[in-house]
């Protein structure tokens, strides 16, 4: 069956515009994760989404970070006034259930001007 | 929070020879050790994972060991092929979803 998708695949902007990212989950897959991978830090958790509710935020590394989730389904990642240090490719992972094997999807690579 | 270190960080062999990739984690409540390989331009794939409960796993040329006493987990890929070349991630969970990932070991199989 399909994947994890992800979209766009590629996203160049502007310093101090803002972005969204996109997530569609395997069908079916309650749980959802972001993270996001940088050379310098590596793959990094952000957030995870059970159903439309996000029990654990504490990745998001500042509040121009947010995400939500509608339907069980899309994810949305919107990065508000992007910095360079933003630069990063940004992953979505689901699973049938939390704890569950997660399922990575290619990832959205941004670039920050 | 959960700190995991990986080593090495770049692995060269020859084909048909064995690979092992190390990491260590430093909360003892972490209980779920996934392993995942990489290839350019996409995510991460699982290839195998272990729970806390369970001291060895083995699929087919692949095979995770967990020491959990020492704190330490092992990828052991035998009989390795160019197609195995990628970069390999471990990573530990204490939450069961929320991952925390070791830097990676890119492995290079030379024919």
């Known amino acids: 069956g399909a994947g994890v998708s992800q979209s766009p695949s590629n996203k160049v902007t502007e310093k101090g515009k803002d972005v969204e990212l996109r997530c569609d989950p395997i069908s079916g897959h309650t749980a959802l994760y972001w993270y996001r991978q940088s050379l310098g830090q590596g793959l990094e958790f952000l957030i995870y989404?059970?159903?439309?509710?996000?029990?654990?935020k504490s990745g998001l590394p500042s509040d121009r970070f947010s995400a939500e989730r509608t339907g069980g389904s899309v994810s949305t990642l919107t990065i508000q006034r992007t910095q360079q240090e933003d630069s990063a490719v940004y992953l979505c992972a689901s699973s049938l259930v939390s704890s569950d094997t997660q399922y990575f999807g290619p990832g959205t690579r941004l670039t920050v001007l | 929070g959960e700190n995991v270190e990986q080593h090495p960080s770049t692995l060269s062999v020859q084909e048909g020879d064995s690979a092992v990739i190390k990491c260590t984690y430093s909360?003892?409540?972490?209980?779920?050790f996934p392993w995942y390989k990489q290839e350019l331009g996409k995510g991460p794939q699982l290839i195998i994972d272990i729970r806390s409960n369970v001291g060895e796993k083995k699929d087919q040329r692949i095979a995770v060991t967990l020491n959990k006493t020492a704190k330490h987990f092992s990828l052991h890929i035998t009989e390795t092929q160019p197609e195995d070349s990628a970069v390999y991630f471990c990573a530990a969970s204490i939450t069961g979803y929320a991952l925390n990932f070791g830097k990676g070991t890119s492995l290079l199989v030379t024919p």
């Open positions: 989404f059970q159903g439309n509710s996000a029990p654990d």
């Open positions: 909360d003892s409540a972490s209980n779920y």
